[in-house]
T-cell receptor, first 111, second 115 residues
Framework: GENVEQHPSTLSVQEGDSAVIKCTYS??????FPWYKQELGKGPQLIID?????GEKKDQRIAVTLNKTAKHFSLHITETQPEDSAVYFC??????????FGAGTRLAVHP | DAGVIQSPRHEVTEMGQEVTLRCKPI?????LFWYRQTMMRGLELLIY????????DSGMPEDRFSAKMPNASFSTLKIQPSEPRDSAVYFC?????????????FGQGTRLTVV
């Protein structure tokens, strides 16, 4: 079945540093790759997404890249701030809006 | 819109009892998803509906789990009988497909504890 692998599972950085999370997916038919952020006690919330016809997308301090040939995609957060601390999920979206989540990365940003 | 609304927020029940989780999707959304989140298994897709029809229930763990969507504004996930290993946070999400995949909006979740 469809599978999304995400690394690392935990990431600890100093405020101001960059953070990178990487994912691979298995379903060749996937064409939508959103990233979700989950804060304690809340449901996941979309922070950025990229579609298969685009290789890179940026929104302020957040950027995502996609390599469809290699089935890799990644999230880059620059100038990290304490409020970026949360669990981040990469997601592979295929047919019929089906969204498969990676295992999550717990990011801790230390002041 | 108030977003996706789930009830109850917390549920504690004894093993063997029936549990019903409820979800009200965002008005106008035509997809509804049920996910289960645990430390061990992460976020698992249990089942999802399109226009009230179940599309894929391959993630439903066993026959003790069932889900229904009687109309566009309401869905239930039922566990009967419940077991301690069902303890998890259950999320409902909804989305509106506009020719291509789009963002899923999640509810606050229901934390289920089976003792």
């Amino acid at each position: 079945g469809e599978n999304v692998e995400q690394h690392p599972s935990t990431l600890s950085v100093q405020e101001g540093d960059s953070a990178v999370i990487k994912c691979t997916y298995s379903d060749s038919a996937s064409n939508y790759f959103p990233w979700y952020k989950q804060e304690l006690g809340k449901g996941p919330q979309l922070i950025i997404d990229i579609r298969s016809n685009v290789g890179e997308k940026k929104d302020q301090r957040i950027a995502v890249t996609l390599n469809k040939t290699a089935k890799h995609f990644s999230l880059h957060i620059t100038e990290t701030q304490p409020e970026d601390s949360a669990v981040y999920f990469c997601v592979s979206g295929g047919g019929y809006n089906k969204l498969i989540f990676g295992a999550g990365t717990r990011l801790a940003v230390h002041p | 819109d108030a977003g996706v609304i789930q009830s109850p927020r917390h549920e504690v029940t004894e093993m063997g009892q029936e549990v019903t989780l409820r979800c009200k999707p965002i008005s106008g959304h035509d997809y509804l998803f049920w996910y289960r989140q645990t430390m061990m298994r992460g976020l698992e897709l249990l089942i999802y509906f399109n226009n009230n029809v179940p599309i894929d229930d391959s993630g439903m763990p066993e026959d003790r789990f069932s889900a229904k969507m009687p109309n566009a504004s309401f869905s239930t996930l039922k566990i009967q009988p419940s077991e301690p290993r069902d303890s998890a946070v259950y999320f409902c999400a909804s989305s509106k497909r506009t020719g291509m995949n789009t963002e899923a909006f999640f509810g606050q979740g229901t934390r289920l504890t089976v003792v």
